[in-house]
Structure formats: structure tokens, C-alpha cells
């Protein structure tokens, strides 16, 4: 097939190569597969998407665009344009990537279905907020919509009224984003990946093994345990492939793809969960179209699952296509 692996350029030069570490593991991977494969990095001009694209008239598009120039909401246009343009791609498309963005929304989702999730309210920059409800201190305090933990670190946590309101403050004012307290969840953390369509399947669980982490401060993966690596909360966390009892394992995936479907993703995504002492299991997110790096829970899974990387992006390339070919 010839696949266009799309993708966001940090800088605005569009013959810079440096691309997330993703991108060229995908292109690798897809041309080794036999594919026809060509890379468009666009930064934030609209214009040059689609001049790269009708240039290279890909049949399938494989979508790791994450935002848009300074937009980090921007993969949702990104899709909606893809639909306008006639062009095929992997993964979920704007509503469904709306919808997961947004956190308060999900959980509206997740509500209907009868998951558990954290009790919340939101705290919108423009109105009056949705739902106050009696929430039990302490509190997390997150943007509402935000990824790769994005102001989420040591204050996070609030324990009162005052330290929750200038949490909020400080949400609303350095990532121009509403704010979303909710209850915090103490317990396992567990990322089960999901793959497919009309029968999604959950991968093997995949947990945070906090035990190295530094003590007195709240267990969470917050910005620093993700991406900082000298601290002592990215060096006291690690990943690995759980080994649980199979009644446990298998609540697990069936909360991730109960989330998964209500959220509507397509193709494939990540959940992020919460496990109590008591046994409840709780949703904290959904990620649609999750990250695709080699080393990243999705991948690690998968391979724990027997499908290595190759077969990996082979099944995302296939059920894709499954899906326009049903369409049609
Ligand atoms: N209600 C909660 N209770 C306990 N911990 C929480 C809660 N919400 C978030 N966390 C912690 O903060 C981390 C990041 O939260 P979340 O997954 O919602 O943010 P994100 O920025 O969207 O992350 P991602 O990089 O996975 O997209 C979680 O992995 C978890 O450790
Ligand atoms: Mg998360």
C-alpha cells in the first residue's frame, strides 16, 4: 500500500528531520512490511498539509499528528480535514478524539455505562462551574483536556478549599485550559491497551511499579516521573507486563473495553486505570490513538500479547483499512 506516515514538526522548517522517535520506528517498520511509505511533517500550516498531500496521494494515512503549530488540541481539525479530503487514515477521527479529550465528557460517557470513575467537577475558564456536587478533599486538580501529564505535578494534589482554588488559578491561567478536580484514587495504577472495531480486544495490563518512588510525595505519574530523567520520580517508576490472578486480569480488560467502546475509539487506544485495596476498579482516562513508540505501554503489551512491533503496526494499517473498506 502507499501509506503517508503524518506527523508534527516542532520546528516551522518543513525539511527538519527531527521527528518524534516514533515517527521513523513506524516508517521503518511499515516499509519492511512491504509498504510504500513517505513521511509528511507539517508544522502549523494548513496549506502545506494538504499540498503534501495531494502530491503524494497516499492510500492510507498513518496519523501520529499529535497537534497543530501552537495547537494542542490541533489532531482533532487534523482528522476532520483528512474526512473532507477523501483521505484514509488510521486511528479515530475528530469526534472520537474530542470526546476523550475531554475528561468531564468522558466520564459523562463512562457514566451511562455504569464504569466507575473519579468524582469530579470542572471548573471552566468562560462560565460558572458544571458540576460542584460534595466532593471528598483530598482532591487532584488536572486540565481538563491536556495530555502527557501537562500540569501535573507535586501541587496537584490539594487537601482544602484554598489550595484547590489557586491549583485551579494556576490551571486556567499557564495552560489555558479549563480545570477538573477530582477525587483521588489511591491504589494500582494499570494502562490496558485496546485493539479493534466491531470486537475490540484488551491487551495484557500493563502496571506502574511505583516502589522506587520517592517517599512523602503522592504516587502519581506526573510530568516529571513521565518525561524527566534525572528525577527521582522518573527513575523510581517503571512499567512492566502485571502478573495478576486471571479473575483480576480479566476485570481489568473488561473495564478498558467497556471505556473503550463507549468512547467510540476506533482502531486503537490506551486506558488508564486505578485499582483500590477494596477491589473497585476505576477509569482515569482513555486515550484514543495512543502513543505508538516501541518502548511505550501499547507496544510492551502488545509484544506481551504476541503481536511484536511489525505485527503491531500491520494490525492498526489493517483495521484501518477493514473500516473504509466497510464504509464503502
Ligand atoms: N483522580 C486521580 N487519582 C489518582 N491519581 C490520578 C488521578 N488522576 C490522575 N492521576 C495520576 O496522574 C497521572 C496523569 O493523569 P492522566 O492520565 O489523567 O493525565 P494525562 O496527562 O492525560 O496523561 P497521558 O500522558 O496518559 O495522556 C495518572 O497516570 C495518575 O498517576
Ligand atoms: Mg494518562
Known amino acids: 500500500m502507499k501509506i503517508t506516515i503524518l506527523t508534527y514538526l516542532d520546528s516551522e522548517d518543513e525539511n527538519s528531520k527531527e521527528y518524534d522517535p516514533v515517527v521513523p520506528q513506524v516508517a521503518r517498520t511499515l516499509r519492511r512490511l512491504g509498504h510504500r511509505v513517505s513521511v509528511l511533517g507539517v508544522h502549523g500550516d494548513v496549506k502545506r498539509l494538504i499540498a503534501g498531500l495531494s502530491r503524494r496521494r497516499p492510500e492510507l494515512v498513518f496519523n501520529l499528528m499529535e497537534m497543530f503549530g501552537d495547537n494542542v488540541f490541533g489532531d482533532i481539525p487534523v482528522t476532520g480535514l483528512l474526512e473532507l479530503l477523501g483521505v484514509r487514515y488510521t486511528g479515530s477521527g475528530p469526534g472520537?478524539?474530542?470526546?476523550?479529550q475531554d475528561k468531564g465528557l468522558t466520564k459523562k460517557l463512562l457514566a451511562f455505562e455504569n464504569i466507575l470513575y473519579p468524582r469530579y467537577a470542572v471548573f471552566s475558564r468562560e462560565a460558572a462551574f458544571e458540576t460542584g456536587g460534595n466532593l471528598r478533599m483530598p482532591l487532584f486538580v488536572k486540565p481538563l483536556r491536556s495530555d502527557a501529564s501537562l500540569g501535573i505535578g507535586g501541587k496537584s494534589l490539594v487537601h482544602d478549599a484554598v489550595a484547590l482554588m489557586e491549583r485551579v488559578a494556576v490551571i486556567h491561567r499557564e495552560l489555558e485550559d479549563s480545570a477538573l478536580a477530582e477525587e483521588y484514587i489511591e491504589g494500582r495504577e494499570f494502562y490496558v491497551g485496546v485493539l479493534g472495531n466491531a470486537q475490540p480486544k484488551a491487551l495484557p495490563p500493563v502496571e506502574v511499579d511505583f516502589t522506587g518512588f520517592p517517599e512523602g510525595v503522592p504516587k502519581v505519574m506526573d510530568s516529571k516521573a513521565k518525561w524527566d530523567e534525572r528525577s527521582k520520580e522518573y527513575k523510581g517508576t517503571r512499567s512492566v507486563v502485571a502478573s495478576l490472578p486471571d479473575e483480576l486480569r480479566a476485570r481489568l480488560q473488561k473495564v478498558a473495553v467497556d471505556a473503550y467502546r463507549a468512547l467510540r475509539v476506533r482502531d486503537y487506544g490506551r486506558v488508564d486505570l486505578r485499582l483500590t485495596e477494596t477491589g473497585e476498579i476505576y477509569v482515569l482516562e482513555v486515550n484514543a490513538s495512543c502513543y505508538l513508540e516501541k518502548s511505550s505501554e501499547f507496544a510492551m503489551a502488545a509484544a506481551a500479547?504476541?503481536?511484536?512491533?511489525?505485527?503491531?503496526?500491520?494490525?492498526i494499517v489493517n483495521l484501518a483499512a477493514e473500516r473504509f473498506e466497510r464504509k464503502r
Open 96 to 100: 472520537e478524539l474530542y470526546l476523550s
Open 305 to 315: 500479547s504476541g503481536l511484536d512491533y511489525p505485527r503491531l503496526v500491520e494490525r
